[in-house]
């Protein structure tokens, strides 16, 4: 079936430097979304992407699409203490059912 | 606040026990979705509900059953519970106006069952 991973798995960096988060996917994505979950709280819905190749920025956050949508990355750039939480990516394969298959998330701690 | 909302948000049984979560979707929102959550895990999609009627089963145990009613909220039974069943379960409704499944999913704020 389909599988979809994130690496890393946890990442600790000081306030106001980079992150990123890097998920694949076993099979090729009709699309992809990004959910953020911050601590004791739930996974709240960042942005969905569907072209390959596929760039959108939020603020300080870049998403990216893979060209043969199997692979999609979020950046941050210069990390604040909001920024900590469990990052989330979930693809959809439409010869899967179409299902939304959540990769294993990334956990970012950012020092003060 | 994602406007869909899960009772109770705490729950404490013993192993063996039969319990029932519920959960109300966003309004105008056609499919319900379960998820099990267990500590520093991520996410496990147990099964999908759109407009009343099953469309997707994920890893969901032969115990644990869910239905979508008239009104469109769920319920997910778990039954004869193990310690290993004390998770975060998760609701999330999406739109999937038509079947389509495309649409981002609001999660609810969970329900927190410990079993003893």
């Known amino acids: 079936g389909q599988q979809v991973m994130q690496i890393p798995q946890y990442q600790h960096v000081q306030e106001g430097e980079d992150f990123t988060t890097y998920c694949n996917s076993s099979?090729?994505?009709?699309?992809i979304q990004w959910y953020k979950q911050r601590p004791g709280g739930h996974p709240v819905f960042l942005i969905q992407l569907v072209k390959s190749g596929e760039v959108k920025k939020q603020k300080r956050l870049t998403f990216q699409f893979g060209e043969a949508k199997k692979n999609s990355s979020l950046h941050i750039t210069a990390t604040q203490t909001t920024d900590v939480g469990t990052y989330f990516c979930?693809?959809?394969?439409?010869?899967?059912?179409?299902?939304?298959?959540f990769g294993g998330g990334t956990r970012l701690m950012v020092k003060p | 606040d994602s406007g869909v909302t899960q009772t109770p948000k705490h729950l404490i049984t013993a192993t063996g026990q039969r319990v029932t979560l519920r959960c109300s979707p966003r309004?105008?929102?056609?499919?319900v979705y379960w998820y099990q959550q267990s500590l520093d895990q991520g996410l496990q999609f147990l099964i999908q509900y759109y407009n009343g009627e099953e469309r997707a089963k994920g890893n969901i145990l032969e115990r644990f059953s869910a239905q979508q009613f008239p009104d469109l909220h769920s319920e997910l039974n778990l039954s004869s519970l193990e310690l290993g069943d004390s998770a975060l379960y998760f609701c999330a409704s999406s739109l999937d106006i038509g079947g389509r499944q495309g649409d981002e999913q609001y999660f609810g704020p969970g329900t927190r069952l410990t079993v003893t």
């Open positions: 309004s105008g929102d056609l499919s």
């Open positions: 979930a693809g959809r394969d439409n010869n899967a059912g179409n299902m939304l298959t």
């Open positions: 099979t090729t994505l009709s699309n």
